[in-house]
């Protein structure tokens, strides 16, 4: 099988769109030129003025299966993923039953072998059930193929059993990936502490219920020598915390997410359950903070942390919904028109951030578009406007505020091992 792509550009490390041909043949790109004769092609792709990139990478997404398929399933959270040009994508484990055996993780797997149209990573919990006590067996879900151990939708509650995770991890050389809240300082809270919460008379989250926990886990992180991962680090505090063990030589990375990159809590048009997620739309000061993190290497990558919800459910107040907004599917784009068209981040930063960086911490084989590599790429139409429409979206849930949002970067094409996985409407 050989495929070509014609006519699309690429971005150099110097920022440049230079113009490249990509010979495709089966799974992997065979030849990189300036003209090839088409004859000797299978199929031709016409990426005429579009962005040729890497496959992007997406370290924090819920697929909610087993469980929850009635929120999102394996195969249209692969597909969502795919349609945001995503090739890789690594799946959170609070699910139902939580994969924390051989079993029950090896039941996750064959479902993922069976229905994921792209590379689907699985999580393995920290501990039992998600609960901050009992450890899981990390060599043995390792060997099963889990990606990295995170109990992702709750902080991990005590010093103790987050030490002893840390040192097995480091032992090990296994990663250990922190959605940090203290549920001690959570006081019900549903929106961020500030101005808008107080507005709308709904109960506050602090910062600190966030970056509190991260301290703690830095100082773990330095004892243990384990690689500590942050999940979507939200406030100011959080930034400043990473900064400072970065400095310090600790082994640490995070990422944050497109929304808390473009959004802050004064933002929140409405008392509905599209705009509640954790960590929540904290202020502008720290959104500030976030984008200063990412541009000065205190944040290593971007994530979108797809949250598929019912509608019945996010079709809600704050205090009723559940926490989370869908992300897979417009996360580039929206990154794309914020930022690189305002002249904020580089192109160039933006892959490195979403594709390059994300592969690199966890120890992933880079795609750095070289002969040789995977064929794991996608096609982003950096010229033409489209509005985010729901009624398109591969994923079951619809719960975003974006929907409406004009945004430029639609994804035409996505191939995974040279295969084409998802095609957008052709202009
Ligand atoms: N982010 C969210 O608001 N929700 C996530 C859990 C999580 O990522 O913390 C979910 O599972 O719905
Ligand atoms: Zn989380």
Known sequence: MDLLIKNGQVIS????????????????????????DEQYFDQVIDAKNQLVTQGLVDVHVHLREPGFAYKETIQTGSQAASRGGFTTICAMPNLNPVPDTLERFVQVQEIINQDAINHVLQYAPITKNLRSEELVDQVTLKKAGAFAFTN???GVQTAKTMY??????AENNHTIVAHTEDESLLFNGVMHEGQKARELGLPGIMSATESSQIARDLLLAEQTGAHYHVCHVSSKESVRVIRQAKDAGVHVTCEVCPHHLLLA?????QNHGY????????????????INGLLDGTIDCIATDHAPHSFVEKNQDFLDSPFGIVGSEYAFQLIYTTFVKEGIFTLEQVINWMAIKPAEIFGLTVNRLNIGDKADLAIFDIEHPYTVDEKRFLSQAKNTPFIGKELFGDTLYTLVDGKIVWQGETL
């Open 13 to 36: 490390h110097e920022n440049q769109l230079i113009p490249v041909q990509l010979w495709i043949r089966n799974k992997t790109i065979y030849a990189i030129g300036k003209v090839f």
């Open 152 to 154: 992702d939708g709750n």
């Open 164 to 169: 002893l995770a840390m040192k097995e991890a």
């Open 275 to 290: 705009w509640k997620m954790n960590p929540p739309l904290r202020a502008k000061e720290d959104q500030e903070a976030l």
């Open 265 to 269: 809590d004064e933002d929140i048009t």
